[in-house]
Every structure is written in C-alpha cells, then in structure tokens.
Nanobody, 114 residues
Framework: QVRLVESGGGLVQTGGSLRLSCVAS????????MGWFRQVPGKQRELVAL???????NYSNSVKGRFTISGDNAVNTVYLQMNSLKPEDTAVYYC????????WGQGTQVTVSS
C-alpha cells in the first residue's frame, strides 16, 4: 500500500523559512514525478512545485524564486524548502505522487503570521 507522509509544517513569521519533507513507502513502481500542492479552505488545491525523476523542476509563479523542491531517491523523500514566507503561503501542504494511480499524503499545516 502506497503511503506518503508529510512533515515539517508549523507556524512561522513573515520572512521566515520552513522545510517540508514527504517520505514515500509501499510502492513497487518507478516514480516519474512528485509534487507539492497546497490548499486553503474554500479554494481549490493548487500546484506549488513538481520534480521529475530526472531532476527537472517546475514552480508556480507565486513561489518561484522563494521555494525549492528537491528529492533524495536513497531515502524515498521529496523536500520543499520554503524561504521568504508570506502570509498568503498559509495553507495545508500536500505531497503528491504520480504513478499507476494518484497518491496523496495527509497534509501538513503551514501558517505564516504577519
């Protein structure tokens, strides 16, 4: 059973940094792409960043230059380094794995205070 477990969320002041982690387990297929998404109440879940197995990355315009997605295949983990955080970054952040099906983690709350 595929499992994605996020961690690293919390409360931080404007301008601060957080590093999210997503550990994947239970899969028996090759992962092509993983990503981070976020959602605030009443709004659709939106893409934050993607990373492919080859290391190519893609970011939403709202986080470009502030966030960095990376992966460590040795420990089946994808990271999201978030710098220069703004109150509008406040959301639940979800890890997503693209595979034979669509896999999501349970989410981790990030709150940026002004």
């Amino acid at each position: 059973q595929v499992r994605l477990v996020e961690s690293g969320g919390g409360l931080v002041q404007t301008g601060g940094s957080l590093r999210l982690s997503c550990v994947a387990s239970g899969y028996k297929f090759s992962i092509n792409t993983m990503g981070w998404f976020r959602q605030v109440p009443g709004k659709q879940r939106e893409l934050v960043a993607l990373i492919t197995r080859g290391g190519s990355t893609n970011y939403s315009n709202s986080v470009k230059g502030r966030f960095t997605i990376s992966g460590d295949n040795a420990v089946n983990t994808v990271y999201l380094q978030m710098n220069s955080l703004k109150p509008e970054d406040t959301a639940v952040y979800y890890c997503r794995m693209y595979g034979p099906s669509d896999y999501w983690g349970q989410g981790t709350q990030v709150t940026v205070s002004s």
